[in-house]
């Protein structure tokens, strides 16, 4: 079964016969569940491959109870895997459909939508129908240019050129016609031309294999054995060359995705059956149809004929509604893939989103993906040169201090110029020897940062210890200061210290308390006033709410307005309040409930309405009971208080 493809793997007889191997669990060995080790039946820390899921037997011998377990957990996940995978891609499958169910090809080629908006100016960029296309080879693109030459090209200038697939007098008429001559020199530029075109523009990454419709190579197995023709077969003497070439010609020309004669319709055309037309060229090549194929003239025919019936068979009709296709084209892989891949590890040991995460990620349109990249293309030196690239990727890539950080620890060094570990003395009295300018002993403060640098990243990155501390410094500025060895040290050591008493508020390393923070400063001189000079000289107490006998009076409400202090909001009545230091500010007088009025049962002028009242209440201008507002009833003097209305 393995061997013919239809189930199975080699890792699959492997496991049987040989081990069963690793098992991992979220991409790791299997972690320590129990306290230092995974299952009791080892020792406390052991690392060991046993104790750590790897199954030396294999099914055929067995597998022991701890192996078993360990297989077990690796299993477990693999359900589990596929239980959430199932609703996961379902609804992707649905939102994908939900969007493009009303896309649908039209009668002049394109692909729009219900509203008549144009999705794809041609479907599929060439036309044809996803089911009548299929994998096919460009045999001309990975020739080199002596065999493309012998494979293709006709010598018929050389007096010696005889083969024995074509008779002699073919080959004596094609070396006495001109037009002949003229017909298999533009064949073979125009082959030169599609494969500089593929090679160029195309095809670039060298990849021979295209998707397009009628497998050729069939067709033409299909006609030897119609009409008893092939490589066994003697020469053919009825079928001209230059009438290959012409028939061909008018095949390519025939073959129309795109109508129309303006420029726009032109490279479409052009654009939909350049590899398609490259494919026929090479494929139906005069000497090829000779030599190789060996095809008479009713069975060129007869491929010629099918070739241009089953290139319009393969074309997407009208009224094709696409967008479900594509998005079942799309729903139907995703549910073969795995939920989490843990498996693919990428640069610096750093996994790269794959699988059903990433396609969510790229439907979803996500501003925030989980691991960024990006594909850099050097030109110039940089393409051809490694060193040249990695200076390059040395100025793109970021690097931080825990990329080529290998150890660090915390010291409590009492005092800094006379450090207590022994592998920093040198350089920390080196330093302090000649220490710079703004460097001060007493100010540092006992505790440090003690970083040690990995050589290899260092190197890698091109960087020196210099630059680290320096853009510690250029960050933190005198909030730290940075001592380092030399770059040729065995070992690169940066010592990271702050200052004493440091920090903005609190406590401070000698015990001291931070000063208070300074009063704000006076207003400028327009907006002083004398009483502003008598407060100012006045400190208020700092529990006193009401005013004192001192002359210091509480501060304005923000909803008055005191012609002694311009800086407050104004009343809602729009009426300035003035207030005096020495005296009190009024209470406020609270409202009535029920609205205003001037006595009961009069309306007011400023609201033109009367307050209603369910008690009974003589009025002179009403009746027994208070009624609404009306214009009959006689105006009363405004409110002696603010409006409620």
């Given at each position: 079964?393995?061997?013919?493809?239809?189930?199975?793997?080699?890792?699959?007889?492997?496991?049987?016969?040989?081990?069963?191997?690793?098992?991992?669990?979220?991409?790791?060995?299997?972690?320590?569940?129990?306290?230092?080790?995974?299952?009791?039946?080892?020792?406390?820390?052991?690392?060991?491959?046993?104790?750590?899921?790897?199954?030396?037997?294999?099914?055929?011998?067995?597998?022991?109870?701890?192996?078993?377990?360990?297989?077990?957990?690796?299993?477990?996940?693999?359900?589990?895997?596929?239980?959430?995978?199932?609703?996961?891609?379902?609804?992707?499958q649905r939102r994908l459909v939900k969007a493009m169910e009303d896309f649908s090809i039209r009668y002049d080629g394109t692909v729009r939508d219900a509203g008549g908006a144009v999705v794809q100016?041609?479907?599929?960029?060439?036309?044809?129908?996803?089911?009548?296309?299929?994998?096919?080879?460009?045999?001309?693109?990975?020739?080199?240019?002596?065999?493309?030459?012998?494979?293709?090209?006709?010598?018929?200038?050389?007096?010696?050129?005889?083969?024995?697939?074509?008779?002699?007098?073919?080959?004596?008429?094609?070396?006495?016609?001109?037009?002949?001559?003229?017909?298999?020199?533009?064949?073979?530029?125009?082959?030169?031309?599609?494969?500089?075109?593929?090679?160029?523009?195309?095809?670039?990454?060298?990849?021979?294999?295209?998707?397009?419709?009628?497998?050729?190579?069939?067709?033409?197995?299909?006609?030897?054995?119609?009409?008893?023709?092939?490589?066994?077969?003697?020469?053919?003497?009825?079928?001209?060359?230059?009438?290959?070439?012409?028939?061909?010609?008018?095949?390519?020309?025939?073959?129309?995705?795109?109508?129309?004669?303006?420029?726009?319709?032109?490279?479409?055309?052009?654009?939909?059956?350049?590899?398609?037309?490259?494919?026929?060229?090479?494929?139906?090549?005069?000497?090829?149809?000779?030599?190789?194929?060996?095809?008479?003239?009713?069975?060129?025919?007869?491929?010629?004929?099918?070739?241009?019936?089953?290139?319009?068979?393969?074309?997407?009709?009208?009224?094709?509604?696409?967008?479900?296709?594509?998005?079942?084209?799309?729903?139907?892989?995703?549910?073969?893939?795995?939920?989490?891949?843990?498996?693919?590890?990428?640069?610096?040991?750093?996994?790269?989103?794959?699988?059903?995460?990433?396609?969510?990620?790229?439907?979803?349109?996500?501003?925030?993906?989980?691991?960024?990249?990006?594909?850099?293309?050097?030109?110039?030196?940089?393409?051809?040169?490694?060193?040249?690239?990695?200076?390059?990727?040395?100025?793109?890539?970021?690097?931080?201090?825990?990329?080529?950080?290998?150890?660090?620890?915390?010291?409590?060094?009492?005092?800094?110029?006379?450090?207590?570990?022994?592998?920093?003395?040198?350089?920390?009295?080196?330093?302090?020897?000649?220490?710079?300018?703004?460097?001060?002993?007493?100010?540092?403060?006992?505790?440090?940062?003690?970083?040690?640098?990995?050589?290899?990243?260092?190197?890698?990155?091109?960087?020196?210890?210099?630059?680290?501390?320096?853009?510690?410094?250029?960050?933190?500025?005198?909030?730290?200061?940075?001592?380092?060895?030399?770059?040729?040290?065995?070992?690169?050591?940066?010592?990271?210290?702050?200052?004493?008493?440091?920090?903005?508020?609190?406590?401070?390393?000698?015990?001291?308390?931070?000063?208070?923070?300074?009063?704000?400063?006076?207003?400028?001189?327009?907006?002083?006033?004398?009483?502003?000079?008598?407060?100012?000289?006045?400190?208020?107490?700092?529990?006193?709410?009401?005013?004192?006998?001192?002359?210091?009076?509480?501060?304005?409400?923000?909803?008055?307005?005191?012609?002694?202090?311009?800086?407050?909001?104004?009343?809602?009545?729009?009426?300035?309040?003035?207030?005096?230091?020495?005296?009190?500010?009024?209470?406020?007088?609270?409202?009535?409930?029920?609205?205003?009025?001037?006595?009961?049962?009069?309306?007011?002028?400023?609201?033109?309405?009367?307050?209603?009242?369910?008690?009974?209440?003589?009025?002179?201008?009403?009746?027994?009971?208070?009624?609404?507002?009306?214009?009959?009833?006689?105006?009363?003097?405004?409110?002696?208080?603010?409006?409620?209305?």
């Amino acid at each position: 079964m393995v061997t013919a493809g239809s189930k199975g793997s080699f890792i699959n007889i492997s496991q049987m016969i040989a081990c069963v191997g690793q098992q991992n669990v979220e991409g790791k060995r299997i972690p320590f569940g129990f306290n230092g080790r995974t299952l009791p039946h080892f020792t406390k820390d052991d690392l060991g491959p046993e104790s750590r899921g790897f199954v030396s037997n294999s099914y055929l011998s067995g597998l022991t109870p701890q192996e078993l377990f360990f297989h077990a957990m690796g299993g477990r996940e693999g359900l589990i895997d596929t239980a959430v995978k199932t609703s996961s891609t379902g609804y992707i499958q649905r939102r994908l459909v939900k969007a493009m169910e009303d896309f649908s090809i039209r009668y002049d080629g394109t692909v729009r939508d219900a509203g008549g908006a144009v999705v794809q100016f041609l479907y599929g960029e060439d036309g044809m129908d996803g089911a009548a296309v299929e994998t096919q080879r460009l045999d001309a693109l990975r020739m080199k240019d002596s065999a493309f030459r012998a494979a293709f090209r006709f010598e018929l200038d050389d007096p010696a050129w005889a083969p024995a697939w074509l008779p002699a007098h073919v080959l004596e008429a094609t070396r006495s016609s001109v037009v002949a001559r003229r017909a298999l020199e533009g064949e073979y530029a125009a082959l030169c031309d599609d494969l500089r075109a593929l090679r160029t523009e195309v095809l670039r990454s060298g990849e021979a294999s295209v998707v397009l419709p009628l497998n050729l190579r069939r067709l033409v197995w299909n006609a030897q054995q119609a009409f008893g023709c092939g490589p066994g077969a003697p020469p053919v003497a009825d079928l001209d060359p230059a009438a290959v070439v012409k028939r061909v010609a008018a095949l390519c020309d025939r073959l129309i995705v795109v109508t129309g004669d303006d420029a726009l319709s032109m490279e479409a055309q052009k654009n939909a059956t350049l590899l398609f037309q490259c494919l026929v060229r090479s494929t139906l090549a005069a000497k090829r149809v000779l030599r190789e194929w060996r095809l008479t003239a009713d069975a060129f025919e007869w491929l010629v004929g099918e070739v241009e019936a089953r290139f319009f068979q393969a074309m997407a009709f009208p009224g094709e509604m696409v967008g479900t296709v594509a998005a079942q084209s799309i729903g139907e892989p995703t549910t073969q893939m795995t939920l989490n891949t843990f498996h693919f590890a990428g640069v610096s040991a750093k996994n790269v989103t794959l699988g059903v995460p990433r396609l969510t990620e790229i439907i979803n349109v996500s501003k925030s993906i989980k691991t960024p990249s990006l594909s850099v293309y050097l030109a110039g030196d940089a393409a051809r040169d490694r060193e040249a690239a990695k200076a390059v990727q040395c100025a793109l890539e970021h690097t931080t201090l825990r990329r080529v950080a290998a150890a660090t620890e915390i010291w409590y060094d009492p005092d800094p110029s006379t450090t207590v570990i022994p592998e920093d003395a040198d350089f920390v009295a080196a330093y302090f020897e000649m220490p710079d300018e703004d460097a001060r002993p007493e100010r540092m403060s006992p505790w440090l940062l003690r970083v040690e640098l990995d050589r290899a990243m260092m190197v890698d990155k091109k960087l020196s210890m210099a630059d680290v501390a320096e853009r510690v410094n250029a960050e933190f500025e005198d909030e730290l200061h940075c001592i380092f060895n030399d770059d040729n040290a065995e070992k690169l050591i940066l010592r990271v210290g702050g200052e004493r008493g440091g920090g903005g508020g609190g406590r401070g390393e000698g015990g001291a308390r931070a000063a208070p923070p300074a009063p704000p400063p006076p207003p400028p001189p327009s907006l002083r006033s004398a009483s502003w000079a008598t407060r100012a000289t006045k400190t208020p107490p700092p529990t006193t709410t009401t005013p004192s006998s001192s002359g210091w009076r509480a501060p304005c409400s923000p909803k008055s307005r005191c012609r002694a202090c311009p800086t407050s909001k104004k009343s809602s009545s729009g009426r300035p309040t003035a207030c005096s230091p020495t005296r009190p500010r009024p209470a406020a007088t609270p409202r009535r409930p029920s609205g205003c009025w001037t006595r009961r049962g009069s309306t007011c002028s400023r609201c033109w309405r009367t307050p209603t009242s369910t008690r009974r209440a003589r009025s002179p201008t009403t009746s027994s009971k208070s009624s609404t507002c009306s214009a009959l009833k006689p105006r009363a003097a405004p409110c002696s208080r603010r409006c409620a209305a």
